[in-house]
């Protein structure tokens, strides 16, 4: 007698399978597997595959700070301390880190909002960045950017009126916003950004898709990606303020990610937290609820692995602040190493410090070498005919645009894939390069975009980009 399965597809939860999550999705999968094919000696046009799907930085070349790497060394073994090979500054560092930790050992739990030092440092670093008090209370450490993300979602859930709790989300959008709003049965509410002007914010477009949404679900926040993910335009302050103002009116939560503060290119552009606009704004906009996201695994530090980020939440009800909380400490602690690297993030090294000058160094050669990618990718996309790439004001990404000939995008749907798609499955089993289908991040219907970072090292972007143009230049002649 067979055994029948308590859980099928059409008995589990029916929100996790309407999740989708571009980034590690089937061309990945793909990609991961063509890269064993290589190992196992199969014959391809090419020798190895180029991610340029995520913006994980350490994968494809970025060294690690320096500093950063010491001190998590001593505090994962503090025999270390005595050895005269680390400078003072980090080791007094790994000192007052494992100070704040219960034995003495970064083995041990944290608070679940991490910290307290640590914390307090965050507090600092906003104060200093912003010129307005933060208070330490208000900030919780987490999993990178991720958890504090989805942690704030959880907190909107709620049925009003019998209608759902909508979330405005910039399109094209980081797909984490329409896997967790997916997750937790809630409203996407889409609203276009103007490429036309590079990847701009409209009012009257926030305007358009609120009043739509009010007929099917009840819109309670609004996210803004700032620098932009995966569209990469920093907001000007004008723009901040427009946003804060549309939020007021509306009466929404605001939702910050600002975990790109650090990647900035343009000469011309500058980045503003929407906490120290909205305080400057004074009342009632000083008011607003938000909650603004950090992490490590952007910037110039580019610590993927290790899972360090922290949120600041502004303007809660007091009782609603009590109740958020108490879910926070039913979290398990956020890991420990990526509190650490968040802490030399956060506490910055000073002029006389020992590692100052390396650490400086490290850093600017870093931030200095992206915003040299940042150009190569603007002009390498421009250059190839049926294609167009805004200037990469920040983040770690381009979103060119594609004008792809009817026969190839009557090819995709005789696959039934979209047409982005089929684009980016060619380009990865002709060339060995792995970017991500504008698909799985939203578009304006008709148009066809894929998301590369510009992280590859910079001969290793050179190489990716001239296959590219090669095999641009042989899709559009096959498919003319």
Known sequence: MSCSKRLTLKSMNPYIKAMEYAVRGPLVIRA????KELKEGKKKPFDRVI???IGDCQAVGQIPITFIRQVLALVLYPDLLCNTNFPEDAKERAKTILKGCAGSSIGSYTDSSGIE?????CAEYIKNRDGIPADWQNIILGEGASSGIKTVLKLLINEIDGKRTGVMVPIPQYPLYSASISEFNMHLIGYYLDEA?????NISELERAVNEAKKCCKPRAIVVINPGNPTSQVLTRKNIEEIV???????LFLLADEVYQHNIYDPNSNFFSFKKVIMEMGPPYNQRELASFMSCSKGFMGECGFRGGYFEIVNLDPDVRTMFMKSVLALPSPNTPGQVVLDCVVNPLKKD?????LYEKERNFI?????ERAEM??????SCEGMSCNVVQGSMYAFPQIKLPPKAIEKAKSLNQCPSVFYCFQLLEQTGVCVVPGAGFGQVEGTYHFRTTILPQPEELKHMLNIFKTFHENFLAEYK
């Open 377 to 382: 990718v603007y002009k390498a996309f421009n």
């Open 197 to 201: 002007t590079n990847w701009s914010l």
């Open 367 to 371: 931030l200095e070498s992206l915003k």
């Open 117 to 121: 030092i640590i914390r307090k440092h």
């Open 353 to 357: 410090d020992p590692s100052y000058e």
């Open 32 to 35: 991961a597997e063509i890269e």
């Open 51 to 53: 991610r340029a799907n």
């Open 245 to 251: 103002r549309f939020a007021h009116k509306e009466n």
